[in-house]
């Protein structure tokens, strides 16, 4: 399993209902910090760059795939229109916080919009939509069960204990009492947001080490080994030999020189915690800079509106998107 997938596996609802979740995305070799993740795509692979992480951040991941249905000349035009709204000074230039900020505001709304969505799939006809959720509900239209039916079972069947749902019940429910603020046994969509997105509160962003050393860990010695590491972030599906043998040496590298600080050649909680929720990394100032480093063709520390439809396959790929809200109405273009 990648670092990347291991929130898919505890809101374990996405896959076992009809309920779709959000789940931290596959972040880019190096440190993988989840707090503000921008896109499920690898931002580098060895070194090869793939614009396909800018779209999703600059765009937002949902849309993103809206922008192969255009033509250059039409992804140029509304590129040129998303400018205007990121120029908040109106000045006709771009400067790093203005790009910062604007995709602090297109990930913002991915969260709001994935909530949003979940929240509503959580009230049937039966169980009209109120101001808070209740676990017994929400177990219900996720697992298809109830506290006494697992009660039952498990008193009547001792093979229960091996459950496929069992885990994922389990970790669901240290997720809710963590987002539960007011500890009154539901949620409400705020404090749902964070049992959705975990990395979006303090409070409950240590459930996001917690489950990432549940996954990464596997002889469950509190450590996670370079060989775990390695595992974890490279794999072995869908590569080859030579770029396996790349990768794995790009990886060990990371290990060794950015995680593993006291060089015992594995990662306690301590360590993990940086590559897991790093107090230093900052996913939309990063990309913010990745961005001016291949658009700022005069190297002012500006971008014009002509160097960002220049660089618009940088963007929004030789195609282009309407970002939803983002870009408020479609007749805006």
Do not use: C
Not at 93 to 121: C, G, H, N, P
Not at 273 to 299: N, Q
């Amino acid at each position: 399993m990648k670092f990347g997938e291991i929130f898919s596996f505890v809101t374990a609802g996405v896959f076992i209902s009809a309920v779709t979740s959000s789940v931290i995305p596959k972040p880019a070799p190096g440190p993988r910090p989840v707090d503000k993740p921008l896109s499920d795509e690898s931002h580098f692979e060895g070194e090869s760059h793939n614009v396909e992480y800018d779209h999703d951040a600059f765009l937002g991941k949902d849309e993103a795939n809206s922008f192969d249905q255009l033509t250059p000349e039409e992804s140029a035009r509304r590129l040129g229109i998303i400018f205007d709204k990121i120029d908040a000074d109106k000045d006709g230039l771009l400067s790093e916080a203005e790009l910062q900020q604007w995709i602090r505001y297109v990930q913002k709304k991915f969260v709001e919009t994935e909530t949003d969505r979940q929240w509503s799939e959580h009230f049937t006809n039966e169980h009209h939509e109120s101001s808070e959720l209740r676990w017994s509900n929400y177990l219900k239209r996720t697992y298809g069960t109830t506290e006494e039916e697992m009660e039952s079972e498990n008193r009547n069947n001792p093979e229960f204990v091996e459950n496929e749902n069992k885990v994922p019940i389990a970790r669901d429910r240290r997720r809710w009492d963590l987002a539960d603020v007011d500890k009154n046994g539901h949620l409400t969509k705020e404090e749902f947001t964070f049992f959705v997105h975990p990395e979006e509160a303090e409070h409950t962003k240590p459930v996001v080490l917690e489950e990432a050393l549940e996954d990464v860990d596997k002889d469950r010695d509190g450590f996670i080994s370079l060989q775990e590491y390695i595992d974890d972030t490279v794999g072995d599906e869908g590569v080859d030999a030579e770029n396996y043998t790349a990768l794995v040496a790009e990886e060990e590298k990371d290990f060794h020189e950015h995680l593993d600080r006291d060089g015992d050649g594995r990662l306690n909680r301590a360590e993990a915690s940086e590559w897991v929720i790093p107090t230093d990394y900052d996913h939309s100032l990063e990309e913010s800079r990745h961005l001016f480093s291949e658009a700022d063709l005069d190297r002012n520390g500006l971008l014009s509106k002509s160097e960002v439809i220049q660089k618009h396959d940088l963007f929004v790929g030789s195609q282009a998107t309407d970002y939803g809200e983002a870009l408020s109405r479609h007749d805006e273009f």
